[in-house]
C-alpha cells in the first residue's frame, strides 16, 4: 500500500478493540491469552531435567535446535494438581523477542475479548500473573499476563546451563507407567527432528476463521492474518481525497495508520450502506497491514480441511480471491478469502503522484 494514504493526523476516538485471546485451562480454572503470542500448540512431550532450574520452570525442551524453558503455570498460580497425563498440550508463546513453553490442561476455544471489559482481581494473588477477571458467557476467565510469566522464566540464563542431549520424564510431575513414558519420548523426539519451514503463520489457527457477511453474502478468512475487530462507530474513519472507490479512509490504530478498503469492490458484490453492525477487520500479512469493511462478523469458526471444497471455479471475479467453499447447515455456501490472492491485485498498488 502507497505511504501517500498515512499522512492524516486524525485520531482514533475510541480504543475498544476486540481482540483474539486462547482459552485454556488449568484443573478446574478457566484462563485467557493473547492468541497472537502463541506460535503453536504441541502435545506435552518429555522434558530435560536441569537441577539448578526453579519449581515453576518444569524442564527444557528442544523444539527443533532451539532450547526453550517450559513454565508450569499451576506451579506459581497455587494449583494442586497429580502427575501429567498424556493429552496435556504446551503453548509455544513468543513475546518481546523470548520464547517460551507453557503447560496447559487443555485448549479450549479462540474468542473475541475487549480489554476494558477486564476487572481487576478481588484479591492480591501472590505471584502477579493474572492481571485482571473477564466475564464472558456466564464464566469467569482469568487474563493470564504473559509478560509477568516472562520475568519469571527470565530468571535462567540457558546459555549457562549445560543441556543434555538425553530426554529425560520428570519423575515428580510425569507418569511412570512405560506406555505413557514412549509416549511422551516419542513426541520429544519428533519435536527435537522435525524440520520446520521458516513461516509467519500461527499453527494452530489454520483451522479457524472468522466468518462475516458482505451484502447478504458469507465469507471468512484464516484466523492468522486477523490482527483486531472493531465496530465502525467506535473509530475515526478518516476520508482520504482523490484514492480509489475502494479506498474508504484510514484510522489510526494505537499510532498506527490503517487503510480500510471495501473488498466489495473487488468481489463484484453491491455496495451497502453502514449500520450498526459495520466492522473493521484489521488484518495483518508479511509486513502489510489493511482493514476490511464488512457489514457484519459472525464469530470464530472451526473449519476442518475435509469439510473444504477446494475445487473453486475461478470463472466470475469474486470466485478470482476465494480458495475454498465450505457448505453450511442451511445449505448455503461461505466463501473463503484468499488474503494472499488479494494482496498480489495490482489496482491495490497507487502510483505516487496520487
Known amino acids: 500500500m ?14 475498544n478493540y476486540a481482540e483474539l485471546f486462547l482459552i485454556f485451562t488449568l484443573s478446574d480454572k478457566t484462563y485467557a491469552i493473547a492468541a497472537e503470542k502463541v506460535m503453536e500448540i504441541v502435545q506435552l512431550p518429555a522434558l530435560t531435567v536441569v537441577e539448578r532450574l526453579p519449581d515453576h520452570i518444569v524442564g527444557l525442551l528442544n523444539l527443533r535446535g532451539q532450547i526453550i524453558s517450559v513454565i508450569d503455570p ?3 498460580l497455587g494449583i494442586e494438581q497429580n502427575e501429567y497425563r498424556t493429552d496435556f498440550q504446551v ?3 513468543n513475546c518481546r523477542d523470548t520464547t517460551i513453553g507453557i503447560v496447559v490442561h ?4 479462540v474468542v473475541q475479548l475487549d480489554r476494558n471489559q477486564l476487572e481487576p482481581l478481588p484479591y492480591k494473588p501472590v505471584e502477579k500473573i493474572v492481571s485482571g477477571i473477564y466475564k464472558h458467557e456466564n464464566r469467569l476467565v482469568a ?3 504473559i509478560n509477568a510469566v516472562l520475568q519469571h522464566a527470565g530468571t535462567v540464563d540457558l546459555n549457562e546451563l549445560e543441556i543434555k542431549n538425553e530426554l529425560t520424564a520428570i519423575t515428580d510431575n510425569f507418569p511412570t507407567d512405560e506406555v505413557s513414558r514412549r509416549k511422551f519420548l516419542a513426541r520429544a523426539e519428533k519435536l527435537q527432528r522435525e524440520i520446520r519451514s521458516v513461516t509467519d503463520d500461527l499453527q494452530f489457527q489454520e483451522n ?3 466468518s462475516f457477511c458482505l451484502n447478504n453474502e458469507t465469507y471468512c478468512i484464516n484466523l492468522k492474518f486477523v490482527k483486531e475487530i472493531t465496530k465502525l462507530k467506535l473509530v475515526n474513519l478518516a476520508p482520504v481525497p482523490c484514492v480509489p472507490e475502494f479506498i474508504t479512509g484510514i484510522i489510526n490504530l494505537r499510532g498506527e495508520f490503517i487503510t480500510i478498503l471495501d473488498i466489495k469492490h473487488f468481489l463484484d458484490i453491491a455496495k451497502t450502506t453502514t449500520s450498526e453492525k459495520t466492522k473493521i477487520i484489521v488484518l495483518k500479512i508479511s509486513d502489510i497491514q489493511m482493514g476490511i469493511l464488512v457489514d457484519e462478523v459472525f464469530g470464530i469458526e472451526n473449519i476442518p480441511n475435509e469439510k473444504m471444497n477446494l475445487n473453486v471455479q475461478n470463472k466470475y471475479e469474486k470466485s478470482k480471491y476465494t480458495s475454498a467453499e465450505v457448505l453450511l447447515p442451511n445449505n448455503k455456501v461461505m466463501s473463503v478469502f484468499d488474503i494472499k490472492k488479494f494482496i498480489e491485485d495490482e489496482r491495490l498498488f497507487i502510483e505516487e503522484s496520487i
Open 2 to 15: 502507497s505511504g501517500d494514504f498515512f499522512g492524516s493526523t486524525q485520531l482514533v476516538k475510541h480504543k
Open 74 to 76: 499451576s506451579k506459581l
Open 91 to 93: 503453548l509455544i508463546v
Open 106 to 109: 487443555s485448549v479450549n476455544e
Open 143 to 145: 487474563f493470564f499476563d
Open 208 to 210: 479457524y476463521f472468522i
